[in-house]
């Protein structure tokens, strides 16, 4: 067992708490990896590696703090000393603010940066001394308002298009190391953070919002190698909102 454990892939997934991060955790467990589920709080890590398991998969759990670099420094050090490599590495997360941009405080605005983007560039820096070349990947999670624009989420928005930028250039950087670097923009979400958002449905040309598990089945995607000659992408996940004209689809 504890050499078939070795053979598998070792998928990082930062952000497990309920939602999106649970999901995408079982999700690469589905896909055959091993999954070791960061979060800052402790009880939802544990949930999350409990959630692999009870799905059939294998997990661990390790506390961090993303926004501080020696907590990251430290977590992706015991993971390696444990595990030996990192595969995949998914960041899921994140958080939102609403304010016009005119009205944002400076300390809203770092704090959305911070979490949204300064975080993701810590994380994947960390994770990188110890990915396994060759076949690398990363999966970071972004949002369709990083791609178009949205009032009272100025912070938001240009902290997801900052990220998507972030994604492209790594993937461009790392390629030589056959390392791909993508994104998955989901658009509205079932989560419980956004349980009074099914007024929105009736916008959503598949007539539903997005579960988590179709932000974990795009991520494990691609992760995979079946997706092993997409590099620089950005996989949106919103049921078709963002390709309706706005002014001529009325």
């Known amino acids: 067992m504890a050499?078939?454990?070795?053979?598998?892939?070792?998928?990082?997934?930062?952000?497990?708490?309920?939602?999106?991060?649970?999901?995408?955790?079982?999700?690469?467990?589905?896909d055959g990896a091993h999954v070791v589920c960061f979060d800052h709080d402790e009880s939802?890590?544990?949930?999350?590696?409990?959630?692999?398991?009870?799905?059939?998969?294998?997990?661990?759990?390790?506390?961090v703090d993303v926004t501080d670099r020696a907590s990251?420094?430290?977590?992706?050090?015991?993971?390696?000393?444990?595990?030996?490599?990192v595969d995949v590495l998914v960041n899921v997360v994140g958080g939102s603010a609403w304010s016009l941009s005119a009205e944002t405080s400076d300390e809203e605005w770092d704090r959305v940066f911070?979490?949204?983007?300064?975080?993701?560039?810590?994380?994947?820096?960390?994770?990188?001394?110890?990915m396994t070349a060759g076949r690398g990947a990363i999966v970071a999670i972004a949002s369709v308002s990083g791609l178009a624009a949205s009032t009272r989420h100025g912070a938001y928005g240009a902290a997801k298009a900052g990220l998507i930028s972030l994604v492209r250039t790594?993937?461009?950087?790392?390629?030589?190391?056959?390392?791909?670097?993508?994104?998955?923009?989901?658009?509205a979400t079932a989560t419980v953070a956004r349980a009074g958002d099914d007024h929105l449905t009736a916008r959503i040309p598949l007539g539903r919002r997005g579960r988590p598990a179709d932000i974990?089945?795009?991520?494990?995607?691609?992760?995979?190698?079946?997706?092993?000659?997409?590099?620089?992408?950005?996989?949106?996940?919103?049921?078709?909102?963002?390709i309706r004209h706005a002014l001529i689809d009325l």
Do not use: K
Not at 44 to 63: F, K, L, M, P, R
């Open 3 to 30: 050499e078939e454990l070795g053979a598998r892939r070792t998928a990082v997934v930062v952000g497990t708490g309920p939602d999106i991060g649970r999901a995408c955790a079982v999700a690469m467990a589905a």
């Open 44 to 63: 939802a890590a544990v949930a999350s590696a409990q959630a692999v398991t009870a799905a059939g998969g294998t997990a661990i759990s390790v506390v």
């Open 72 to 85: 990251v420094q430290d977590a992706f050090a015991e993971v390696a000393a444990e595990r030996g490599h």
């Open 114 to 130: 911070a979490l949204n983007l300064r975080q993701q560039w810590i994380v994947a820096q960390e994770c990188l001394r110890v």
């Open 170 to 187: 790594l993937a461009i950087e790392n390629a030589d190391r056959g390392i791909r670097v993508n994104a998955v923009a989901p658009g």
């Open 216 to 242: 974990g089945a795009a991520v494990a995607f691609l992760a995979s190698s079946a997706a092993d000659y997409i590099t620089g992408q950005v996989l949106v996940v919103d049921g078709g909102v963002g």
